[in-house]
């Protein structure tokens, strides 16, 4: 069973029009992570939620926020996308502590028309 | 922040043979390094981890091995079947007491098993 799901599988928008892309989780994890993965690269981290503390990485364009409403579901929202947007977003999850492993949801795949 | 090479970007071996792909990290606080396998447009699978406090790892075909002075680390895959093909991303990071910041990947390596 999927532990960490993310919604849609696949997202069409186009330029300049916001979007958002959803993540659940059903592990009770006290840590949700964005990344942004391009064709053929690594995964990118965007930023991060301890619990409701939110951690952004210096260099992630503030086109991108994100939201986590509660223990379960967080978002990320691209304000106003651009082509080189185009990437598939994965969202990951982890207790926080030590000893204890990332999971990742399948992803949503983002085109930008 | 942390900085992880890997090496090589492609490998190809035949099916049988063992595979080794290396990364180094520049963080010397970094405490946590997890080896994950990525099947193509399928989410980045853990195949095995390692902390700080341990040279080495085995699970079945998969080993990993660290060396901390050298921050350096390796994942071994013996007796290599046509599953084993896909990419491999090492990463690392710190685990505090405080919290987890975020995985930083190496560049990943595209296993090809021949057969």
């Known amino acids: 069973d999927a532990m960490v799901i993310q919604n849609p599988r696949y997202q069409v928008t186009q330029f300049g029009k916001p979007v958002t892309l959803s993540c659940s989780q059903t592990l009770n994890h006290n840590v949700m992570y964005w990344y942004q993965q391009k064709s053929s690269q690594a995964p990118k981290l965007l930023f991060h939620?301890?619990?409701?503390?939110?951690?952004n990485e210096a260099d992630t364009p503030d086109n991108f926020q994100s939201r986590r409403p509660n223990t379960s579901f967080c978002f990320l929202d691209i304000r106003s996308p651009g082509l080189g947007d185009a990437a598939m977003y994965l969202c990951a999850t982890s207790r926080g502590t030590v000893n204890q492993p990332q999971h990742f949801g399948d992803g949503t795949r983002l085109s930008i028309l | 922040g942390e900085n992880v090479e890997q090496h090589p970007s492609t490998l190809s071996v035949q099916e049988g043979d063992s595979a080794v792909i290396k990364c180094t990290y520049s963080d010397s606080a970094s405490n946590y390094f997890p080896w994950y396998k990525q099947e193509l447009g399928k989410r980045p699978q853990l195949i095995i981890d390692?902390?700080?406090?341990?040279g080495e790892k085995k699970d079945q075909r998969i080993a990993v091995t660290l060396n901390k002075t050298a921050k350096h680390f390796s994942l071994h895959i013996t007796e290599t079947q046509p599953e084993d093909s896909a990419v491999y991303f090492c990463a690392a990071t710190l685990y505090s007491g405080g919290g987890a910041d975020g995985l930083t990947f190496g560049k990943g390596t595209h296993l090809i098993i021949q057969p």
């Open positions: 390692i902390r700080s406090n341990v």
């Open positions: 939620y301890y619990d409701k503390d939110f951690n």
